[in-house]
């Protein structure tokens, strides 16, 4: 009982004297320094006195140090916290293009092939004769086998038929391709109207959205392509992305414009400590 006794007053003589005590330690440099995990049992509280207790912020907040010799406090920060099997937008890119394609106006027939599948290659003319549009080419890299990459594609669409006063239509269609095999498709169809005042031009705006499952990890190329299926007058004048002719006075470039989005989203995981 004496040893003991004796053993606790130096450690209490070593407190007062130094100041400092080491957990796993044996110099420690600062008043409390832990060397090894530390747990916490209830909450933490921070800015206490010998007669008050000390804050213990609010569900959600952090601690946020304020720099030396400044007490850390506790903040709300709008960011969500992401759990393990949760998904976690990691990237996002945007392209843009003008140029769009204006190969398949007056005087281009119709493919006539009405269906596509998954994996279709852009090359092979037996599936359709596709023509990219060059701006919304897009690479980039995945990291975990376990996502989803969105595409979203928006492009404006124009149709002018020969005389203002009859109706004309074209079938075509747009679609996705990841190294050069096709992941989404959208076919649809443009109408003119009698619109004289617009000199029979008639505008349209061509939207195609998907989400893509686990693409398999690396570098991943995207490109957009379309296609004319079929026609009510080939000498219809047609173009994706812009605007006919830069002489009318409807649309331009810019209104037309074609754009892709792609969205990266990757599985939340964590490391065991």
Aim: proline share 2%; hydrophobic share 35%.
């Amino acid at each position: 009982m004496k040893n003991t006794l004796n053993y606790f007053v130096v450690v209490l003589c070593s407190i007062y004297t130094h100041a400092q005590v080491g957990i796993g330690i044996d110099t420690p440099n600062s008043t409390l320094d832990v060397n090894g995990k530390t747990t916490l049992r209830r909450e933490l509280r921070l800015g206490g006195t010998s007669s008050q207790v000390g804050n213990a912020g609010l569900n959600g907040q952090v601690l946020v140090s304020q720099g030396e010799n400044l007490p850390p406090v506790w903040k709300s920060v709008n960011v969500a916290f992401m759990e393990e099997g949760q998904y976690k937008l990691i990237n996002s890119y945007l392209s843009l293009d003008q140029k769009g394609i204006t190969t398949l106006s007056n005087g281009i027939a119709g493919d006539n092939i009405y269906n596509n599948s998954v994996g279709d290659n852009v090359t092979e003319t037996n599936k359709g004769k596709w023509v990219k549009i060059a701006g919304l080419e897009n690479n980039f890299t995945v990291k975990n086998a376990k996502n989803r990459i969105t595409y979203q594609f928006q492009t404006g669409i124009e149709l002018k038929a020969p005389s203002a006063t009859t109706s004309q239509n074209i079938s075509f269609t747009c679609g996705v391709f990841r190294g050069g095999k096709l992941v989404a498709v959208r076919p649809d169809k443009v109408s003119s109207n009698n619109n004289s005042e617009k000199l029979g031009i008639q505008d349209y705006i061509f939207t195609l959205n998907y989400t893509e499952l686990n693409v398999p990890l690396g570098d991943q190329k995207i490109e957009v392509a379309c296609r004319k299926i079929a026609t009510s007058n080939v000498n219809s004048q047609f173009a994706i992305g812009r605007n006919i002719a830069d002489t009318n006075t409807v649309s331009n470039a810019f209104t037309l414009e074609s754009t892709l989005k792609v969205d990266i989203i990757e599985y939340v995981t964590y490391k065991a400590n």
